[in-house]
Nanobody
Framework: QVRLVESGGGLVQPGGSLRLSCLAS????????MAWYRQAPGKERELVAR???????TYADSVKGRFTISRDNAKNTVYLQMNGLKPEDTAVYFC?????????????WGQGTQVTVSS
């Protein structure tokens, strides 16, 4: 099993910044994909940003130019730097990891961290 622990959520005013972190631990052999998803009330979960093992990144159009995803392979940690936050960014943010373990390759999810953008 792989455990994901997220941190860094909270309440911020429009235009502000937050940095989310997600630490992966457990039976990790090789992390292939690390990503952040979000889910707002009444909406489906959506991809925010993704980074693969080679470093290639993908962003949702709604966050391009404002959010930056990065990873520290030595620490098995993924970050999401969020700048220029807008009220529509309010959601629960989930960390996602696709990792090979000693028994196969699986998808793992964090418990979620709340981000609220409001004045």
């Amino acid at each position: 099993q792989v455990r994901l622990v997220e941190s860094g959520g909270g309440l911020v005013q429009p235009g502000g910044s937050l940095r989310l972190s997600c630490l992966a631990s457990g039976d990790i052999v090789n992390i292939k994909v690390m990503a952040w998803y979000r889910q707002a009330p009444g909406k489906e979960r959506e991809l925010v940003a993704r980074i693969i093992s080679g470093g290639t990144t993908t962003y949702a159009d709604s966050v391009k130019g404002r959010f930056t995803i990065s990873r520290d392979n030595a620490k098995n940690t993924v970050y999401l730097q969020m700048n220029g936050l807008k009220p529509e960014d309010t959601a629960v943010y989930f960390c996602y990891v696709r990792s090979s373990t000693y028994t196969g390759t699986y998808d793992f999810w964090g418990q979620g961290t709340q981000v609220t953008v409001s004045s």
